[in-house]
């Protein structure tokens, strides 16, 4: 499962890999703000505190979906 966390005014921080090294990546509205190699660099960014990590939940077949209506 992929992490990711979003804030305030379109901001989202992703991992990701550059040059063989995690960073984690941090956008604004998708563009690419900083690639940071520590959580003390993205607090440059943001508060740390406004952050809330997207948890994905796992779908529902087609046959539990039919099942409810």
Do not use: K, N, Y
């Amino acid at each position: 499962m992929d992490r990711r966390w979003v804030g305030p005014d379109g901001l989202e921080i992703v991992p990701a890999t550059l040059g063989g090294r995690q960073v984690l990546r941090v956008r604004r509205h998708g563009r690419l703000i900083a690639d940071c190699f520590s959580v003390e660099a993205v607090a440059r960014h943001v508060d740390l505190a406004d952050l809330c990590e997207v948890i994905a939940l796992p779908r529902r077949a087609a046959s539990q979906v039919a099942a409810f209506s």
